[in-house]
């Protein structure tokens, strides 16, 4: 099998290629033939040295695939070889082969190709748990999405479609059009607009906000009696290729400490939730059945996985490149094979 490794922390030419023996499942485990990987940024932050989930150096990033089973361990039924599934994992999806509990292999539906397949876990699961499980969207809701044009924004956007909600993205002015095409009823031009002065008044009841820092500052002043800020990412503290301890800092000093606690929050009606689905992994079943509901929606035409580009495995760097520029309008697959 092939597999990208991080050696140590570096910027884009720090990828090392290694071809290693096959996996092999164990009791209740499955083979995966990976066709396509996804791309997160979490994989990049792991590749800087950013993310503090990420295992030891050298390691295997990747959290999703999508692909054919062709091995099954003890306990798993042979029928499911040659099944076509897509599925999250912990680490070392940027590989031609993973091995997952039976049950995180959730089948791919006739229709749906190994690309688009990778493109579903990590960020529907993502926009599932912040629309569905905390924010409880319903129709009319004004909600607003940070890094709308990403693979996050995009998939949120499916769902706060299928709710009726009123959606609201921040977005750099050359992805606007695409976006207003997409569903966004609003769109503010990050760069060049003041996101918080462009709302203010207009009391929103959700916020999506990966970027941290002084975003979930003003956030909190946009929201309503009842409204919810959930927090999904800190990529403000890592910019640049290589990443920078000074960012870091930076972003940690503008986090409102003193009003994320019970008394302010209480005293104001609003929440602050977080998502990390990178923590889900005893969680297992209702991950899973969450998964189920986002493939039914596929199946109903209601999630419109975006990919951006799909780039061969050994091109890894150019897929990173695309995210840290933010350069894309949706998510950028790994493909596998000579």
């Known amino acids: 099998m092939q597999r990208i490794l991080y050696p140590h922390k570096g910027g884009l030419d720090v990828f090392r290629f290694e071809e290693v023996d096959d996996l092999q499942p164990g009791p209740g485990e499955v ?46 039924d042979p029928a499911r070889i040659g099944q076509a599934v897509l599925g999250m994992c912990r680490f070392g999806g940027y590989a031609s082969q993973v091995v997952l509990p039976a049950l995180q292999a959730v089948p791919r539906p ?3 190709d190994a690309v688009t397949g990778a493109a579903v876990p990590v960020v529907y699961l993502t926009a599932w748990m912040m629309t569905e499980v905390f924010g409880r969207v319903r129709e009319g809701d004004r909600v607003l999405v940070h890094s709308a044009g990403g693979g996050v924004g ?7 479609r299928w709710r009726g909600a009123v959606a609201i993205g921040t977005a750099s002015a050359s992805k606007h059009e695409f976006l207003r095409e997409r569903g966004y009823d609003e769109l503010v031009d990050y760069r060049s607009k003041d996101f918080a002065q462009e709302l203010e008044g207009r009391g929103l009841d959700l916020i999506l906000d990966p ?23 800190f990529a403000a503290g890592s910019p640049g290729k290589t990443g920078s301890a000074l960012a870091q800092l930076k972003t940690a000093w503008q986090v409102p400490w ?9 005293n104001h009606n609003v929440g602050v939730m977080s998502v990390n689905m990178g923590h889900m992994w005893d969680e297992g079943e209702r991950v899973v059945g969450w998964l189920g509901e986002v493939v039914a929606l596929w199946e109903k035409g ?10 061969p495995w050994r091109e890894v760097a150019e897929g990173h490149r695309m995210l840290h520029d933010r350069e894309n309008l949706g998510k950028v697959i790994l493909t596998w094979g000579e």
């Open 31 to 76: 083979r995966i033939a990976v066709e396509a990987s996804g791309i997160n940024f979490a994989d990049l932050m792991a590749r800087m040295g950013n993310y503090p989930d990420a295992p030891p150096f050298p390691f295997v990033v990747g959290y999703e695939v999508a692909g054919t089973i062709d091995a099954v361990g003890e306990g798993v």
């Open 110 to 112: 006739e229709g749906m």
């Open 154 to 160: 995009l998939a949120a956007l499916d769902l706060l």
């Open 211 to 233: 970027l941290g820092g002084e975003t979930w500052a003003k956030g909190l002043g946009l929201l309503r009696a009842g409204g919810r800020l959930v927090c999904f990412g």
């Open 258 to 266: 003193l009003k994320i606690n019970p008394i302010w929050l209480m």
């Open 302 to 311: 209601v999630v419109r996985p975006k990919v951006h580009a799909a780039v």
